[in-house]
């Protein structure tokens, strides 16, 4: 590996391609575009660009910030008027107020919009409208009871755009290096700050994708063997960390005023991807989720090659297969095991962005490259949870890289099944939001949307399955959640399961 100085422009000669850092993200290395790359990132930038949100200075007062205690909601009258029936889209404007209970007049806030019944364990998404103006819409199929959760005020928002662009080292890896009885630890990161040390650089050739260390003081590059999480890097200013806490401040007397009905606006019908009953997964997009025992699973599995790429959530697929099935496959780097029903499954962790695994640098696009396909080979792959406080940008790339890889794979094996696992909400805390929160999975879910829109490719939609769910969000969603995901898989690729 050539080792060089982070002082700018760098090329590397030895590689197929350049690796460069850009004005917007000096920190930051990101692989090159072909023009026709460039055109479509400008386009999903633009696609997925959040609105304007308020700015956060040193003397803001959080009492400005938007307080879902004190905003207002109306239900809309329906559009064409008439009687309301089950299935009618149900329109709900919502009102933003501060801590005074002042109107707010911009938009920004990321909301969240489900409906619920508790006794049919019945739950659909919604969608949020942003008229940025203070005001939203939310809309719904009308089904059952509904919520509208905040996730975050707008002026968090402004903050977790900060963030992505002066704290892109704020989460960072480290590398060991080892020859024979000599070991040293490095910082690792596809943003680096400037530094005379010596680089180690790590970019892929295939893929182009950049990766760097600082080079241990007395070992070659050439000596790492593992690959972890470092750690994180204290990122908010003052005052800021209130923004992301469920602490109110204190308020004056609010006066609550009274709700007035407003003249409903015409928006495109929503629909979502499904729904729950009695906490089953029923699909509206065409495809029917059947459900699947043990022995249907071996049934459907039977001769199958399924491969599973990406980070623990996808694993948590793999995982419930390996239970399911009477030959167990043991966790490792890469696992690959028949069992005696002749079916092979493997899990390969390889975003080059991992946080808790000691693997070495691996590429989806890579391992699709060297995969014949056919139609007895699956892949299911997810690319989300460790990408959240890195510039758009390099999630984009990634994606365009794993897009080629697959139409390529399915140029080759026009039968290969593929199927996209997308992101899903998390937990909330306070330091998961600022590096990884719901806000940046939002923004990357959209840009996979819209990436591999259009493609010969299947969609596990993770996001409403979580938002629709009952239980507690979290990073690894709950075992019923995951059982349906995989009813969904299995539907894919079993479709005249009986």
Same mark, same amino acid.
């Given at each position: 590996m050539k080792v060089f100085t982070l002082d700018g422009n760098v090329t590397f000669s030895q590689h197929v391609y350049?690796?460069?850092?850009?004005?917007?993200?000096?920190?930051?290395?990101?692989?090159?575009?072909?023009?026709?790359?460039?055109?479509?990132?400008?386009?999903?930038?633009?696609?997925?660009?959040?609105?304007?949100?308020?700015?956060?200075?040193?003397?803001?007062?959080?009492?400005?910030?938007?307080?879902?205690?004190?905003?207002?909601?109306?239900?809309?009258?329906?559009?064409?008027?008439?009687?309301?029936?089950?299935?009618?889209?149900?329109?709900?404007?919502?009102?933003?107020?501060?801590?005074?209970?002042?109107?707010?007049?911009?938009?920004?806030?990321?909301?969240?919009?489900?409906?619920?019944?508790?006794?049919?364990?019945?739950?659909?998404?919604?969608?949020?409208?942003?008229?940025?103006?203070?005001?939203?819409?939310a809309v719904f199929p009308l089904v059952w009871e509904g919520r509208v959760t905040l996730i975050h005020p707008s002026e968090a928002i402004t903050v977790l755009?900060?963030?992505?662009?002066?704290?892109?080292?704020?989460?960072?890896?480290?590398?060991?290096?080892? !020859?024979?009885?000599?070991?040293?630890?490095?910082?690792?990161?596809?943003?680096?700050?400037?530094?005379?040390?010596?680089?180690?650089?790590?970019?892929?050739?295939?893929?182009?994708?950049?990766?760097?260390?600082?080079?241990?003081?007395?070992? !070659?590059?050439?000596?790492?063997?593992i690959h972890s999480m470092g750690g994180y890097l204290p990122a908010l200013k003052p005052l800021e960390d209130k923004l992301f806490s469920f602490t109110t401040p204190e308020t004056e007397k609010r006066e609550k005023g009274e709700e007035k009905t407003q003249t409903a606006e015409k928006h495109d019908t929503f629909r979502p991807s499904g729904f729950y009953y009695k906490g089953v997964w029923k699909s509206l997009g065409g495809t029917q989720v059947y459900q699947f025992d043990t022995q249907s699973i071996i049934q459907c599995l039977s001769g199958k090659v399924v491969h599973f790429?990406?980070?623990?959530?996808?694993?948590?697929?793999?995982?419930?297969?390996?239970?399911?099935?009477?030959?167990?496959?043991?966790?490792?780097?890469?696992?690959?095991?028949?069992?005696?029903?002749?079916?092979?499954?493997?899990?390969?962790?390889?975003?080059?962005?991992?946080?808790?695994?000691?693997?070495?640098?691996?590429?989806?696009?890579?391992?699709?490259?060297?995969?014949?396909?056919?139609?007895?080979?699956?892949?299911?792959?997810?690319?989300?949870?460790?990408?959240g406080n890195f510039p758009m940008e390099f999630y984009i790339r990634r994606l365009l890289s794993i897009r080629s890889a697959v139409l390529r794979l399915l140029a080759r094996a026009p039968d290969t099944l593929v199927v996209i696992r997308t992101g899903n909400l998390k937990s909330y805390d306070v330091n998961g939001a600022i590096n990884n929160g719901d806000w940046y999975a939002l923004q990357r879910d959209r840009a996979l949307r819209e990436v591999f829109k259009g493609m010969n490719v299947d969609l596990v939609d993770a996001w409403e399955m979580t938002l629709a769910h009952r239980l507690q969000h979290n990073l690894h969603p709950a075992p019923p959640i995951i059982k349906n995901m995989i009813n969904v898989l299995l539907s894919y690729i079993c479709p005249k399961h009986k």
């Open positions: 350049s690796v460069f850092l850009t004005s917007r993200h000096n920190l930051c290395a990101f692989r090159p575009l072909s023009p026709e790359e460039a055109v479509e990132e400008e386009f999903i930038l633009h696609s997925i660009a959040w609105p304007e949100t308020p700015p956060v200075t040193l003397n803001f007062s959080l009492k400005n910030t938007t307080d879902p205690s004190c905003s207002k909601f109306t239900i809309l009258p329906k559009v064409g008027g008439g009687q309301w029936s089950i299935g009618d889209q149900l329109e709900v404007r919502i009102i933003m107020k501060d801590y005074y209970c002042h109107p707010k007049t911009s938009g920004g806030d990321a909301l969240l919009a489900r409906l619920r019944n508790e006794a049919l364990d019945a739950g659909v998404s919604g969608q949020v409208v942003d008229h940025l103006n203070g005001s939203y819409t755009r900060r963030l992505n662009n002066e704290s892109l080292d704020r989460v960072f890896f480290r590398s060991v290096f080892r !020859s024979g009885s000599v070991t040293e630890t490095s910082m690792c990161n596809v943003c680096l700050r400037p530094t005379n040390m010596p680089v180690c650089n790590y970019t892929d050739i295939r893929t182009g994708e950049p990766w760097f260390c600082l080079k241990p003081k007395s070992l !070659s590059c050439n000596a790492r063997i790429y990406g980070d623990s959530t996808i694993r948590q697929w793999f995982e419930y297969l390996n239970k399911a099935l009477p030959g167990r496959l043991s966790l490792d780097k890469t696992f690959t095991k028949f069992s005696q029903h002749n079916t092979c499954s493997t899990f390969c962790c390889v975003t080059a962005i991992i946080s808790n695994m000691k693997y070495l640098l691996r590429y989806i696009a890579n391992e699709l490259d060297n995969i014949h396909g056919g139609s007895n080979t699956v892949i299911a792959f997810t690319v989300w949870a460790h990408f």
